[in-house]
């Protein structure tokens, strides 16, 4: 501890000296850099990364002192009411205090990518891969998350990181993916999290269309619960989606950012406007007038139409380095500033997703979708084949709305009194049998993700370029549109 507190000295504002006379009268030290005296941001954000890491740590050592307590009092309990004598007692506890010391020597040995052996890719995105993985120590089987180092500097996506990484590890919650710890080398920042072998609510979604008032009901409220667990720990997630549900081998919820996609990238996209048909003010004018507006030429798609162009580009938007901006609340893409009840929104969006089978502002082109979000009030419809209940229309409507009025801004407690959800008993929510048990047959199972070859990286590439492409063409002629008005 006190080469801790000698460390932090150094990031200490200095303290001041009296001017002498000679510098008084030249006035050099009404110049003073402040640097001088404040800490640089730099080192600032250092101090506080290693306060955040001696904190994690100690509570850490503590939580291992109290289990290995606990441990021995229940095996003392059990020699107790068991019929056996003191010698054989007291071996019992020896070999136990072996295996602690044993357990404590490999907690403090420092973790690398050559402890585990790697297994089956899991996922792939815009930073690197998630990959089955066995530790080779303790035969124990987890999900190792690897991030291309120089891709999350480039995109500037290591505050995200960092802040996935200091969540994960401060939360210890049911509802949210564990994870067991990290670790770096030149190129790459692993995670070591849980193994859950029931996929992902996207799978689910894909493979069966839409899902019943009932199965929607328990997982729309176990992601409230998961929701709510990182809201109590002053955390927004700010990138729900189905990719991000991940379903144990019970086929129970767990939120986690396992998909690796780059959360979408807002400030590649023009200024959006809440005003009129919502279009960008520089740009209003000319797409009003434009026969080739997605937004107003489009021809309108039946609700099956509409669900399979939408599975049809599912996959590439969620790998995409573009991102998906179909679940992102509209102050976040206005960007006014936002709070926890923008999850509530993205909640919406996926309980709308579940009952209808695609997201209630999906258009072909991105932008086209954010401009949908931002004017939801004349967007927001329920196809007349999607045979919804009005309790479950009304719960929608309620969380896809204005900031003010959105269920939940005052805390979960309003979104759980709705009348959708009487009589769903919260508290045994995860102990219930799910709404789907997913196939599971052994834990190195993965059936339940997609399949991804060792060499397709360079094919995913390909794809999200075109996509990209795609995307930076029709940008480009609609600046070209506005500047000949």
Known sequence: MDSARSWFKKFQPREKTEPSKKEMESGKDAHKSVN???????????????????????????????????RRWIVERKLADAEVSKEEQMDVLKYLEQQETE?????????????FELLTIIGRGAF??????REKATRHVYAMKKLKKSEMLRRGQVEHVKAERNLLAEVDSTYIVKLYCSFQDDDFLYLIMEYLPGGDMMTLLMRKDTLSEDEARFYVGETVLAIESIHKHNYIHRDIKPDNLLLDRDGHIKLSDFGLCKPLDCSSFPNLSENDHGVERNFKSSLESSSHSNLHSAPKRTQQEQLMHWQKNRRMLAYSTVGTPDYIAPEVLLKKGYGMECDWWSLGAIMYEMLVGYPPFYSEEPMSTCRKIVNWRTHLKFPEEAKLSAEAKDLICKLLCNVERRLGTKGAFEI??????????????????????PEVNDELDTQNFEKFEENQERGNKQEELLFFFKRILNLKELRERSKSV
């Open 36 to 70: 001088d005296e404040v800490p640089s941001d730099a080192a600032q954000q250092k101090a506080a990364a290693a306060k955040q890491y001696i904190e994690n740590h100690y509570k850490s050592q503590m939580k291992c002192l109290q289990d290995r307590k606990e």
């Open 128 to 133: 690197g891969e998630v990959r089955l993985c």
């Open 103 to 115: 357990y404590m020597r490999l907690q403090r040995h420092k973790m690398g990518v050559d402890d």
């Open 416 to 437: 759980k009194a709705h009348t959708w959800f009487k009589g769903l008993p919260w508290d045994r929510l995860y102990e219930m049998e799910a709404a789907f048990i």
